[in-house]
Every structure is written in C-alpha cells, then in structure tokens.
C-alpha cells in the first residue's frame, strides 16, 4: 500500500531547467532513501542522483542536477539545470520503504514522466 506520483516533466530547449518531484503516500513507516533514475528505450535503467545516508550521482549530471528530499512530506524533487539532449529520458523516482505495521521493506517504483530535451 505504497504509491510513488511523479510530477513535471515535459519538454524544453536544451539549456533550459527543469524541476521534476516525486511523493510517496501510503502506509509509509519509514523511508530510507529516495533517488531518481532515468531509462532510455532499448537502454537500461540508470542511476541520476539517490539520497540515503549521503547523496549520489551519475557522473553524467553531476554540477548540474541537485536532488532534494522533503522528509516531512516524504518528497524528492530533482532538480535540473543546464539540460541537454542525452538527458531526455524517461525519469523515474524510486523509494526505499518500509511499510507500518510490518517489516516489509523494498523499493517502490514511480510510473515515470517523460523528460524531452530538444537541441
């Protein structure tokens, strides 16, 4: 009974920003990390940026991207700057969670937004 939703997206000119967010809900004891990773098709999914204990980023978007996590709201936003084409992607938020009320623990997957960046 945990759900990810993904927001923002869509398309923009390369060097341009875009701030995508993630919000987990549900029966949510514990999150104990939230990243943000992008797949391509025919290519596999790849890590953009994950926050646990400290923070880690593909070196593809390092300076540029900045992720942010809302422990209140148990919230990721992704910030990112300076984009260029090899990001377009689809990004994908995931969590690492552990349910009320038991001792489930996994990683829970958004449905994805499309990121489209044009040259």
């Known amino acids: 009974q945990v759900q990810l939703v993904e927001s923002g997206g869509g398309l923009i000119q390369a060097g341009g920003s875009l701030r995508i967010s993630c919000r987990v809900s549900?029966?949510?004891?514990?999150?104990?990390?939230m990243g943000w990773y992008r797949q391509t098709p025919g290519k596999e999914r790849e890590l953009v940026a994950e926050?646990?204990?400290?923070?880690t980023y593909a070196d593809s978007v390092k300076g540029r991207f900045t992720i942010s996590i809302d422990d209140a709201k148990n919230m990721a936003d992704l910030q990112m700057n300076n984009l260029k084409p090899e990001d377009t992607a689809v990004y994908y938020c995931?969590?690492?969670?552990?349910?009320?009320?038991?001792?489930?623990?996994?990683?829970?997957w958004g449905q994805g937004t499309q990121v489209t960046v044009s040259s």
């Open positions: 926050k646990r204990i400290g923070t």
């Open positions: 549900g029966r949510i004891f514990r999150v104990n990390a």
């Open positions: 995931k969590a690492d969670v552990q349910e009320r009320y038991n001792t489930l623990r996994r990683d829970y």
